[in-house]
């Protein structure tokens, strides 16, 4: 279970290539400082952050997620209007669909026509892999981390799609991981939420790094741009 895709950023000067059928990642670097990006409320809550280095990541997390999804939808970063879901997942009424996460300096975007779930994870992260697995795991997920000489490598994996299926339903992390079920099988990943099929794919967007897309209908494999550092 070894084989993961290792992310090839490319750069996007030009136009964007064509969503169908793709996921698009992007990596967001967390620099961006352009805060005119921004409109005011979402300005005032980033400053209104003590923490100088998480209020710099939350910064750049808004500012990278406006301008991407204003390149696909053509609009002002700072005009683009945001709705959410019941359980508070954004969305765009008329725009791609996306999804973001973040661990440590990894900021990463899922951009498609259809629903998508991301979820990335450090490698380093300390986790009592056994009291999780036996905590959200089905029996199966969970003999196949306790029964691996690696038992936290084999978590993350799990864990990663197990998130990314989650934040693809929309429900929340707390309220939708004991209905996600991931199996593995060589190269294989596949899995299903509250019985429904769900496509994932799993890819390395840094070294020390695991993550993973996942949508409701078959995507091909996800293309990784990087969005320009203002730097």
């Known amino acids: 279970m070894e084989n993961i895709q290792i992310a090839a950023w490319n750069e996007m000067p030009g136009p964007l290539p ?78 791609p669909q996306f999804n973001l996460s973040h661990t440590r300096d990894q900021i990463l975007l899922g951009v498609s026509h259809q629903p998508v779930g991301l979820d990335v994870e450090s490698r380093d992260r300390k986790v009592k892999a056994g009291d999780l697995a036996a905590k959200f795991f089905h029996k199966e997920e969970l003999a196949a981390v306790m029964n691996h000489a690696d038992s936290e490598r084999v978590f993350l994996k799990y864990w990663v799609c197990k998130e990314a299926t989650v934040k693809l339903s929309g429900d929340g992390i707390y309220h939708g991981l004991r209905d996600a079920r991931i199996e593995m099988e060589g190269d294989s990943v596949r899995g299903t939420y509250c019985d429904r099929e769900v496509c994932l794919s799993l890819f390395a967007p840094a070294p020390g790094f695991i993550a993973a897309v996942a949508s409701w209908e078959t995507h091909l494999t996800p293309r990784f741009f990087g969005l320009a550092s203002d730097l």
Do not use: M
């Not at 750049?60 to 019941?86: D, H, K, M, N, Q």
């Open 18 to 95: 064509v969503l169908d059928g793709h996921v698009d990642v992007w990596r967001i670097f967390p620099n961006l400082r352009n805060n005119r990006d921004l409109p005011e409320e979402e300005l005032q809550r980033c400053e209104a952050i003590n923490n100088a280095l998480a209020r710099q990541h939350e910064l750049s997390s808004r500012i990278g997620v406006r301008r991407i999804l204003g390149r696909y939808t053509g609009v002002l970063p700072s005009l683009l209007a945001f709705e959410r879901a019941g359980r508070g997942k954004p969305f765009l009424a008329e725009g």
